[in-house]
C-alpha cells in the first residue's frame, strides 16, 4: 500500500517505526545517499528538495490517484490521519502532539542535524560552531528532559511526537551528551527502544549496513549542494 523511499538516517528511522507501529503493509525502496539516489530524476519527482524520508500511497482514503508526499513530518501526520492512529481526535490533545511534533521538525533534528555535521563530519573542525551545536542539542534534551517529568510520553500517549524525536536522540554519544543528565528522557527513550516496533524498525537498517556512508567520498554529494545543483 505505502511505498516508502527511505535511507538509514533519523528522518528514515521515523517512517519506519510509525509503519511497524500501525502494522501499514509497505514497501522499502533504498535511496542510497551517499551514492547521489536521492537526485535520480524519478526521485525528485516525489521528493523535489532531494532529501529522504518520502512516500507514495497507492490507496488514498479518497479512493482516488496515488498521493506522494515528502517530508518526515509531512508524512507522519499524513499517515496518523489515514490510519486514525498515534494522533489524538480530542483538539487540545492533537495540539500538545502537533507542537512537539513541529519542536522536533525545527529545533531538535536540525540543531542535532548541525551538530553531527560540525562535531563528526565537516574537515575543519571549528570549535565554535561544535560548542554552539553541542550546548544547544543539551538545552533541547534538557526541554525534552523537563516535559517528560510528569508524563511517560511527550503529549500524553505514544504519539508521532515521540516517533519524530525518538530517532534524534539514538546517536546521543555522536552529540555529545550523555542520557545519564537527562534521567526522564532516559527512561522515555529505554521505554520506546524496547518496543517491538521499534525494535524491528531498526532491523530494517541492518540490511543496508553493507552500504555505509564513505564520507569522503560522499562529502560533495552530502554537504557541498547549492542554488546551482537544484537548477542545473
Same mark, same amino acid.
Do not use: C
Given at each position: ?35 547521489? #539516489?536521492?537526485?535520480?530524476? #524519478? ?106 517529568? #510528569? ?29 545519564? #543528565? ?51
Amino acid at each position: 500500500m505505502i511505498d516508502l523511499y527511505y535511507w538509514t538516517t533519523p528522518n528514515g528511522h521515523k517512517i519506519t517505526m510509525f509503519l511497524e507501529e500501525v502494522e501499514l503493509p509497505y514497501n522499502l525502496i533504498p535511496v542510497n545517499i551517499g551514492a547521489g #539516489d536521492q537526485f535520480k530524476p #524519478d526521485f525528485l519527482k516525489i521528493a523535489p528538495n532531494n532529501r529522504i524520508p518520502a512516500i507514495i500511497d497507492r490507496e488514498p482514503v479518497d479512493g482516488g490517484e496515488p498521493i506522494s508526499i515528502f517530508e518526515s513530518g509531512a508524512i507522519l501526520l499524513y499517515l496518523a490521519e489515514k490510519t486514525g492512529q498515534l494522533i489524538p481526535s480530542d483538539l487540545r490533545q492533537r495540539v500538545e502532539v502537533l507542537q512537539w511534533l513541529f519542536w522536533q521538525m525545527g529545533g531538535l533534528g536540525p540543531m542535532a542535524g548541525q551538530n553531527h555535521h560540525f562535531s563528526q563530519y565537516a574537515p575543519e573542525k571549528i570549535p565554535y560552531a561544535i560548542n554552539r551545536y553541542v550546548n544547544e542539542t543539551g538545552r533541547l534534551y534538557a526541554v525534552l528532559n523537563q516535559r517528560l517529568a #510528569d508524563r511517560e510520553f511527550v503529549a500524553g500517549n505514544y504519539s508521532i511526537a515521540d516517533i519524530a524525536a525518538y530517532p534524534w536522540i539514538v546517536p546521543y554519544e555522536n552529540q555529545g551528551q550523555k542520557l545519564e #543528565d537527562f534521567p526522564n528522557l532516559k527512561r522515555w527513550f529505554e521505554t520506546i527502544q524496547s518496543r517491538p516496533a521499534t525494535i524491528r524498525a531498526y532491523q530494517k537498517a541492518e540490511a543496508f549496513k553493507n552500504q555505509a556512508l564513505d564520507i569522503e567520498k560522499s562529502r560533495t554529494l552530502l554537504f557541498n549542494q547549492s542554488a546551482t545543483s537544484v537548477q542545473r
